[in-house]
């Protein structure tokens, strides 16, 4: 194991492996190119060792370049992706290969292809060290494979955690068993916003709300945002599969993470199912499900002083919230079952100081394995 910036990595690939790969593709791509000059373009930064292995193993005619692309405000969280240093204005009639480090969303490779696309080259292909083939949205060809690899997040080898790992000779994986998946439970107003803020700064976990996942996807008009307005507008359940789908993105957007906090999600036993089986397929799973337990009376006082702010009219009315509460009763029972049966359930009281209640969460949370 290796410590990056808190947190554990397991080793992966070693770098007789990664050197056995990169020899593969020199010998596929000199097949095709051998026969004249072809410009390879590094990605930088991930894909410095990458290109100087590689040029290594390709003994033939060959020019080399480097593009920087860098994301900002968290490429995988915002899809934004900045060119900072520019392809080189010389490249018409040249056949270009691109060699990335790391293919898995795509996203950095759409720019890639928007840069290229806008010059006279002859033809230019994308060459992948590193396939991550599960979560690839399958936009451009990947015309040359090191190694397909699952969607774990990994360092070495010129990919880092925070700046960190780069030098690496050898690649390490996130140890996904020190992650904290959690499902976090309580009635209006019992204070589950306030508290998964402090965790997830604690635990460096990301909290995922199912309402604020919706919102986001239909303000911003993404596939999955239209497909869940098309039911809504209809007057119509969204159904559970768009749901996962759309978890399914925000945890694939925060690799970094340490864990994850669902919050809104899931509300009855075949969504908790749908849930652990995605998980799974992460090699991840729920630690734990925690339940912020009041007093029925206690909450309702709560609501309605903050209805005099809120301004929202589910808070100014008792008999609504007490709906609410007998919506929440229902639906969470099953769960509760669901959960303690695998011996995941926790209760936790919810009235106090903030302080005092994030203390008691996280007296649960230390004693996880």
Same mark, same amino acid.
């Given at each position: 194991?290796?410590?990056?910036?808190?947190?554990?990595?397991?080793?992966?690939l070693?770098?007789e492996?990664?050197?056995?790969?990169?020899?593969?593709?020199?010998?596929?791509?000199?097949?095709?190119? *051998?026969?004249?000059?072809? %410009? /390879?373009?590094?990605?930088?930064?991930?894909? +410095?060792?990458?290109? !100087?292995? $590689?040029? &290594?193993?390709?003994?033939?005619?060959?020019?080399?370049?480097?593009?920087?692309?860098?994301?900002?405000?968290?490429?995988?969280?915002?899809?934004?992706?900045?060119?900072?240093?520019?392809?080189?204005?010389?490249?018409e009639?040249k056949?270009?290969?691109?060699?990335?480090?790391?293919?898995?969303?795509?996203?950095?490779? *759409?720019q890639?292809?928007? %840069? /290229?696309?806008?010059?006279?080259?002859?033809? +230019?292909?994308?060459? !992948?060290? $590193?396939? &991550?083939?599960?979560?690839?949205?399958?936009?451009?060809?990947?015309?040359?494979?090191?190694?397909?690899?699952?969607?774990?997040?990994?360092?070495?080898?010129g990919?880092?955690?925070?700046?960190?790992?780069?030098?690496?000779?050898?690649?390490?994986?996130?140890?996904?068993?020190?992650?904290?998946?959690?499902?976090?439970?309580?009635?209006?107003?019992?204070?589950?916003?306030?508290?998964a803020?402090?965790?997830?700064?604690?635990?460096?976990?990301?909290?995922?709300?199912?309402?604020?996942?919706?919102?986001?996807?239909?303000?911003?008009?993404?596939?999955?945002?239209?497909?869940?307005?098309?039911?809504?507008?209809?007057?119509?359940?969204?159904?559970?599969?768009?749901?996962?789908?759309?978890?399914?993105?925000?945890?694939?957007?925060?690799?970094?993470?340490?864990?994850?906090?669902?919050?809104?999600?899931?509300?009855?036993?075949?969504?908790?199912?749908?849930?652990?089986?995605?998980?799974e397929?992460?090699?991840?799973?729920?630690?734990a499900?925690?339940?912020?337990?009041?007093?029925?009376e206690?909450?309702?006082?709560?609501?309605?002083?903050?209805?005099?702010?809120?301004?929202?009219?589910?808070?100014q009315?008792?008999?609504?919230?007490?709906?609410?509460?007998?919506?929440?009763?229902?639906?969470?029972?099953?769960?509760?079952?669901?959960?303690?049966?695998?011996?995941?359930?926790?209760?936790?009281?919810?009235?106090?100081?903030?302080?005092?209640?994030?203390?008691?969460?996280?007296?649960v949370?230390?004693?996880?394995?």
């Open positions: 194991m290796i410590k990056l910036n808190n947190k554990l990595f397991k080793p992966y070693k770098e492996q990664i050197l056995a790969a990169i020899e593969k593709m020199a010998a596929e791509i000199a097949k095709d190119y *051998k026969d004249e000059t072809p %410009l /390879f373009v590094g990605v930088l930064n991930g894909a +410095f060792m990458f290109v !100087a292995d $590689f040029l &290594k193993a390709y003994q033939h005619p060959c020019q080399v370049s480097f593009v920087r692309l860098s994301s900002y405000q968290g490429l995988t969280s915002t899809g934004i992706v900045e060119t900072l240093l520019d392809v080189q204005e010389d490249m009639g056949s270009v290969i691109i060699l990335e480090d790391v293919v898995d969303t795509g996203r950095t490779l *759409k890639l292809v928007h %840069l /290229f696309s806008q010059t006279n080259v002859k033809e +230019f292909k994308i060459a !992948a060290l $590193f396939y &991550k083939s599960e979560i690839y949205n399958g936009e451009y060809a990947i015309d040359y494979v090191g190694l397909e690899i699952p969607d774990n997040f990994i360092v070495g080898y990919l880092d955690y925070n700046e960190m790992g780069r030098n690496l000779r050898e690649v390490y994986q996130l140890n996904q068993a020190d992650m904290i998946n959690l499902v976090l439970f309580g009635k209006p107003g019992a204070g589950k916003g306030t508290q803020g402090f965790l997830k700064e604690k635990y460096n976990l990301k909290h995922i709300s199912t309402g604020d996942v919706f919102r986001y996807n239909i303000k911003n008009g993404t596939e999955l945002g239209k497909l869940a307005k098309s039911y809504i507008d209809k007057g119509d359940l969204v159904p559970d599969e768009v749901t996962i789908d759309m978890l399914k993105d925000e945890v694939e957007k925060n690799p970094e993470a340490s864990g994850f906090i669902f919050d809104g999600f899931p509300r009855t036993a075949a969504q908790a199912e749908a849930l652990d089986n995605f998980l397929s992460k090699d991840m799973m729920v630690n499900t925690i339940a912020l337990e009041a007093d029925d206690v909450l309702i006082a709560r609501l309605l002083e903050r209805g005099k702010s809120s301004g929202r009219s589910d808070d009315d008792e008999s609504k919230i007490r709906n609410r509460f007998e919506e929440y009763n229902e639906k969470t029972a099953p769960l509760k079952a669901y959960y303690e049966k695998q011996g995941k359930f926790h209760s936790v009281n919810g009235i106090g100081d903030i302080v005092e209640i994030t203390e008691r969460l996280g007296k949370i230390d004693t996880l394995d």
